[in-house]
């Protein structure tokens, strides 16, 4: 009789990771975007050649603003400006809105205060499952406490700054300028648990007033909301000029306390 065949053993295959690895490659200006640094989204092949896992090299001058690519996987490139922090292990910032001018001073009075700030400007249909890309992008930069991190983000970023911080553990607290999507987001909240969160919205924006009274309303733990006559997202900024001098001295008692 002929012993039967022995069934092959199993054994192990490496998969390839798929998942994107963020990268930050910081450039001039100049060399992202031609003569004027606000020409977003010029063709710029050097981009495809960027390495993946790319460190963020501290500022040679200091704190300062400077250009930046930031890398979420291989279709997908957004700009934004990084104020490097400088010393010490200080907190960051990540701040998502459509329009990096937008923002006004508040990136540099943050990166004043001891923040290190990355903005970046976010597409329409940016998903918010790239915001742990960004974060990502956002700790990878020399001295930055990854203890330590805050997100801001404005009208429809907003949301996009929600769904992503409810998801992530290095998200500390979270800030919104005019949350859109009320029944979404108070969805997510239980899984933003005790974190804190500060909320802003104009009065004549009853979708945004309506979705951040909501939210203060469900918060689990520290919840600031302020009402602003008029404005929407970035906006707001603008129209009430100590609203920035809040949101600062909010940021700096939960993050620089920690």
Not at 121 to 130: D, G, I, K, V, W
Not at 164 to 179: E, F, I, K, R, T
């Amino acid at each position: 009789m002929t012993p039967a065949t022995p069934a092959p053993l199993p054994t192990a295959t490496a998969i390839p990771r798929r998942d994107p690895i963020p990268t930050v490659e910081v450039l001039d200006s100049e060399a992202l975007y031609g003569q004027d640094s606000r020409s977003i989204g010029q063709t710029n092949p050097s981009l495809a050649s960027f390495p993946a896992g790319a460190i963020l090299p501290p500022a040679p001058d200091g704190r300062s603003e400077r250009g930046v690519s930031v890398i979420l996987d291989a279709e997908t490139t957004l700009f934004g400006e990084l104020y490097a922090p400088v010393g010490l292990r200080q907190p960051g910032i990540l701040l998502l809105g459509t329009d990096l001018a937008g923002w006004g001073a508040l990136p540099a009075t943050l990166s004043q205060h001891g923040f290190a700030v990355l903005v970046v400007q976010t597409e329409p249909l940016t998903p918010a499952r790239q915001v742990e890309a960004m974060l990502q992008s956002l700790i990878a930069a020399p001295g930055v406490d990854a203890g330590s991190i805050g997100v801001i983000g404005a009208d429809r970023a907003a949301d996009i700054a929600a769904l992503g911080c409810a998801v992530n553990s290095l998200c500390d607290v979270l800030a919104l300028l005019s949350p859109r999507s009320r029944d979404t987001l108070v969805n997510m909240m239980p899984s933003y648990g005790v974190r804190p969160i500060w909320l802003a919205a104009g009065q004549d924006d009853k979708e945004a007033s309506d979705a951040a009274s909501v939210l203060a309303a469900a918060a689990a733990g520290e919840a600031k909301y302020v009402e602003v006559s008029a404005g929407r997202g970035v906006e707001l900024l603008g129209r009430q000029p100590d609203l920035a001098d809040d949101l600062l001295a909010w940021m700096l008692r939960q993050l620089q306390a920690q």
